[in-house]
């Protein structure tokens, strides 16, 4: 078992500077960039894990008097029972196992209270190192004294489960440049036709969709209007408060990536909702994207740019009228939706990744054509979130 936390350790302070790249000013991903202390020895030890549990001794004497020793020791013994926990039930938590099967997690800090580097406190906060592919987890101790999760390892290992998405997240990918968005490389857009698409395998068909995601096809909506907001975990009901201000649109965006390349890849989509595999890469969609717009009751919405919006993709100049599938986060399915029997009266941000894909082909093989290209796309605009 670990040492006790009443027992003093020498420990010594280094300043580290971790996600020095520079920051989207909107999206915040370098969070992670405040300088955190180093510190020194051997930490905690938890069995079957590579990584160790440090904590900041200066939450003994914290100033504004929340924690004492031994609050830090109830803290320090919670997560160390709780990744004990994780560890006997990793194939329960997937992202958990994940992590720590390729070792992205460098270790785990515990202090007194976690803050950005703006200043704003957060329960938990995943940050880069200077190893690529590496992260550490931090950890308030008093947002778990607050939460009431001291001593309740168990409860607070299925929260601290939870944050394992951000560590896959930032292990996983480079800092945000500053711009909020890339520009779309309309010319190099690897758009096909359809009768290339449909005689592509499905492995090509995923690789096409990949480089679009880089050139073309957006999976965030350009009002941001997921930060802030509370998520869903899959098939719960429960709005679950987001760890950091853009923790539900990078969860989104992962759902609505993993839920495309389903789509594009699995032969029953070219079979059943062929439009939507042809529409995703021949240029006609260019953004999916959950959102949160409260007065529109919609689940999901199409919007189709005006012919004076008209775009030019591709080498040969194309001409097209991009297409956005908008999923409404909070909203339930209505009867006539496509969709209304596979989303099980959940709130669209409920959805498993194989729900929200059908739900995504479904609403572009009967809707994408029907859709006005200047009525309802002149009244969203007026209703969007400023």
Request: proline share 6%; glycine share 4%.
């Amino acid at each position: 078992m670990c040492c006790s936390i009443g027992q003093r350790l020498v420990l010594c302070l280094v300043v580290v500077t971790v996600c020095c790249a520079t920051e989207t000013p909107a999206s915040k991903d370098s969070l992670s960039a405040p300088a955190l202390p180093d510190l020194s020895g051997s930490g905690h030890e938890i069995p079957g894990l590579s990584f160790r549990v440090f904590v900041d001794r200066e939450m003994e004497g914290a100033p504004d008097g929340v924690l004492g020793a031994v609050q830090a020791d109830a803290a320090l013994r919670t997560v160390i029972e709780a990744f004990s926990y994780l560890r006997q039930h990793r194939k329960s938590y997937p992202r958990f196992d994940e992590a720590v099967s390729k070792g992205m997690l460098e270790r785990v800090m515990i202090q007194p209270r976690v803050h950005n580097h703006e200043g704003k406190s957060f329960p938990f906060l995943v940050v880069r190192t200077v190893d690529p592919g590496r992260v550490r987890l931090l950890i308030s101790a008093s947002s778990m004294k607050e939460g009431e999760y001291l001593d309740e390892a168990e409860r607070f290992a299925s929260v601290l489960a939870r944050e394992f998405q951000w560590v896959i997240s930032k292990a996983e990918t480079a800092p945000k440049p500053k711009r909020l968005f890339l520009e779309r490389d309309l010319q190099h857009a690897p758009i096909q036709s359809d009768q290339h698409v449909r005689a592509l395998s499905s492995e090509k068909r995923l690789r096409l969709l990949q480089r679009l995601f880089e050139t073309y096809l957006r999976t965030v909506d350009d009002q941001r209007s997921l930060d802030g907001q509370p998520y869903y975990e899959v098939g719960e009901t429960d709005s679950v408060p987001p760890s950091q201000p853009d923790s539900t649109t990078k969860l989104y965006e992962m759902r609505v990536r993993e839920a495309l390349q389903k789509i594009v890849r699995e032969p029953e989509f070219l079979t059943h909702t062929p439009l939507a595999v042809l529409s995703l890469l021949n240029g006609m969609i260019w953004n999916v994207a959950f959102v949160n717009i409260d007065q529109r009751e919609w689940a999901t919405r199409t919007r189709v740019l005006p012919a004076d919006k008209a775009v030019q993709v591709g080498e040969a100049g194309r001409l097209i009228q991009p297409a956005a599938i908008l999923i409404n986060l909070h909203r339930i399915a209505a009867s006539d939706d496509p969709f209304y029997a596979d989303t099980k009266q959940l709130p669209m941000g409920a959805l498993s990744t194989d729900q929200l894909a059908l739900a995504i082909a479904k609403e572009i093989q009967q809707n994408l054509i029907e859709k006005s290209q200047t009525g309802h796309v002149a009244q969203d605009a007026i209703m969007a979130p400023k």
